[in-house]
């Protein structure tokens, strides 16, 4: 991981206080990008999760209709506005997706579905 200075030590004028809000710009989309890919990534895997949840023929195989159905609850009630770009709405999908991942990979581990 790479690590960056410290963005301004002690700003001795405008010019000093513009390229530490630039640097500062970058750091914001490079996190953003970075914060964002690893949430789609995430939201990938719990798409196979639901997939083999549901090929599964196994006996648990209802326990485990009843949690997609307990997920898609989740989903349709998350209350988010994407259009403000607030913070507390990331926090919001970040938290829905590690409680979804905790809910479908117990479940895909007890019903003997391979993880992918």
């Known amino acids: 991981m790479k690590r960056f200075p410290r963005l301004l030590a002690r700003p001795s004028g405008s010019s000093e206080v513009e390229e530490g809000l630039a640097s500062l710009s970058f750091l914001l989309e490079e996190t953003a990008a970075h914060y964002v890919a690893r949430l789609q ?30 997920v898609a609850a989740k989903l349709v009630s998350l209350p988010i506005a994407p259009e403000k770009g607030r913070r507390k709405d990331l926090r919001k999908i970040d938290q ?21």
Do not use: V, Y
């Open 96 to 116: 829905l997706i590690g409680e979804l991942e905790e809910l479908l990979e117990e479940a895909s581990r007890e019903g003997g579905a391979r993880s992918p």
């Open 41 to 70: 990534r995430e939201i990938r895997q719990l798409i196979l999760i639901a997939r083999e949840l549901e090929r599964s023929d196994d006996p648990l195989r209802k326990r485990g209709q009843r949690l997609l159905a307990k």
